[in-house]
Nanobody, 125 residues
């Protein structure tokens, strides 16, 4: 089992930047692909980005491609989400998640095994 704790959320103006962090503890961090998801009030949880266990492969939702960057530091057991050029529509609670099946990069939230508690990102106009 792995425990995940997100941080770095906050209030930012449109066009600004934030970097989210997700610290993992418990089982070996490199045993998981890591994803970021978000959920706005009244909406379903949606995929944002995923990174393979070695950090060599990444995929992004079209809505964030070119603006967000996912990365990981396996020595620090941490995954990051750098968010630039933020838009009002990026406002949501952001969650990191761990997937034990490292053979496949997944986009569906219900296929992930462990979740953090979330961190709120609010983008003002």
């Amino acid at each position: 089992q792995v425990q995940l704790v997100e941080s770095g959320g906050g209030l930012v103006q449109a066009g600004g930047s934030l970097r989210l962090s997700c610290a993992a503890s418990g089982r070996t961090f490199t045993g998981y692909n890591m994803g970021w998801f978000r959920q706005a009030p009244g909406k379903e949880r949606e995929f944002v980005a995923v990174i393979s266990w070695r950090g060599r492969t990444t995929y992004y939702a079209d809505s964030v491609k070119g603006r967000f960057t996912i990365s990981r530091d396996n020595a620090k057991n941490t995954v990051y989400l750098q968010m630039n050029s933020l838009k009002v529509e990026d406002t949501a609670a952001y969650y990191c998640a761990a997937d034990r099946d490292i053979a496949t990069l997944r986009y569906w939230w219900n296929e992930y095994d462990y979740w953090g508690q979330g961190t709120q990102v609010t983008v003002s106009s």
